[in-house]
């Protein structure tokens, strides 16, 4: 069992920056790949970034490849999610999730927990 709690969100200016939190609890954080989804009322679960269980891989959605980076503390079970240049499209609610596998990590359907979310609001 992995418990996933997420902090960071806020209301930021367009342009800014953000570092978001996801701290799991369990021992067998290490195991698990960990990815970030961002979901607007009305609209599902958007794919944002994902990182293998090692902490070797990373994937990024196209919509924010360039201004994300995702690394893992895996000594801390802790994985950062770090954003810049925010949109104010990139308002959401940003959720992370824990999965056993690293394969087709950007589809919901892998993840086996999910925290409660943090919501970013971005103003322009």
């Known amino acids: 069992q992995v418990q996933l709690v997420e902090s960071g969100g806020g209301l930021v200016q367009a342009g800014d920056s953000l570092r978001l939190s996801c701290a799991a609890s369990?021992?067998?954080?290490?195991?698990?790949?960990v990815g970030w989804f961002r979901q607007t009322p009305g609209k599902e679960r958007e794919f944002v970034a994902a990182i293998s269980w090692g902490g070797g891989s990373t994937y990024y959605a196209e919509s924010v490849k360039g201004r994300v980076t995702l690394s893992r503390d895996n000594a801390n079970a802790t994985v950062f999610l770090q954003i810049a240049s925010l949109k104010p499209e990139d308002t959401a609610v940003y959720s992370c999730a824990a999965a056993r596998t690293n394969f087709k990590l950007q589809s919901t359907t892998v993840y086996d927990f999910w925290g409660q979310g943090t919501k970013v609001t971005v103003s322009s």
């Open positions: 369990g021992r067998a954080f290490r195991s698990y790949s």
